[in-house]
């Protein structure tokens, strides 16, 4: 894969999650954090957009720091299974009627999640067998 596509995929995941400003309506969404306290309180999204602010900052040095690709990695795969249990144990619905923001919000960040655990995993291995770090 060239580097130009993986900064670019860098890129495009740390903006992925910069849209929980918008998602969350700059933390003013009170939905949100109401149906997972824990994981997406108003803290906890700040969080995604720092995670997100990471991704894009080493965007066009990743060859550089392979075990924070692998760190970026586990991170995915967390919030991914953070999800996929919300979305066994919830009703996604009931946010959809209280807001719909916060039920699209809902519906499509965990698939984001697990696709950009895909992509940062890919990376880290790509990353060690190219070059022993």
């Given at each position: ?5 993986i900064t670019k995929a860098f890129l495009i995941a740390g903006l992925m999650n910069l849209t ?70 919830n009703n996604l619905s009931d946010v959809f009627k209280k807001d719909t923001m916060a039920g ?30």
């Amino acid at each position: 894969m060239k580097t130009q596509t993986i900064t670019k995929a860098f890129l495009i995941a740390g903006l992925m999650n910069l849209t929980v400003l918008i998602w969350s309506r700059f933390f003013t969404n009170k939905t949100i954090p109401e149906f997972d306290p824990v994981v997406l309180s108003n803290f906890g999204l700040l969080m995604i957009v720092i995670w997100g602010i990471a991704y894009i900052a080493v965007a066009k040095k990743f060859y550089e720091v392979k075990w924070l690709v692998g760190v970026f990695a586990i991170e995915k795969f967390i919030y991914g299974c953070a999800w996929t249990n919300w979305m066994l144990h919830n009703n996604l619905s009931d946010v959809f009627k209280k807001d719909t923001m916060a039920g699209v919000f809902y519906a499509i960040y965990g698939i984001n999640d697990w696709l950009f655990f895909v992509f940062f995993t890919f990376v880290f291995v790509y990353l060690s067998r190219i070059k022993n770090n």
